[in-house]
Nanobody, 124 residues
């Protein structure tokens, strides 16, 4: 049974940093494309960042480039999202996701497994 469990969310001031973690079980993160999505109230779930399976290739949405970085620790079977220079508009529930393919996709319906999400709230 696949489980993805996010942690690391919380309340942070604008300009601050958080690191989200995703602990995976039932799958090997190095063999899957792993991603982070987010969903703000009243908005659709949107792609934030992805990392390819079997390589270190990554892709980040334009609105987070230079601020967020996705990474993976194969030994720990974990995926991370380092978020710096947080903005008010980054407030959302962040979800870890996995795709049964090595290729990153930016649409939510292309991913097979989802975590429960972790809330990130950025205050002024």
């Amino acid at each position: 049974q696949v489980q993805l469990v996010e942690s690391g969310g919380g309340l942070v001031q604008a300009g601050g940093s958080l690191r989200l973690s995703c602990a995976a079980s039932g799958l090997t993160v190095s063999s899957y494309a792993m991603g982070w999505f987010r969903q703000a109230p009243g908005k659709e779930r949107e792609f934030v960042a992805g990392i390819r399976g079997s390589s270190t290739g990554t892709y980040h949405a334009d609105f987070v480039k230079g601020r967020f970085t996705i990474s993976r620790d194969n030994a720990k079977n974990m995926v991370y999202l380092q978020m710096n220079s947080l903005k008010l508009e980054d407030t959302a529930v962040f979800y870890c996701t996995a795709r049964r393919s090595a290729d990153i996709r930016t649409t939510a319906n292309r991913y097979d497994y989802w975590g429960q999400g972790t809330q990130v709230t950025v205050s002024s």
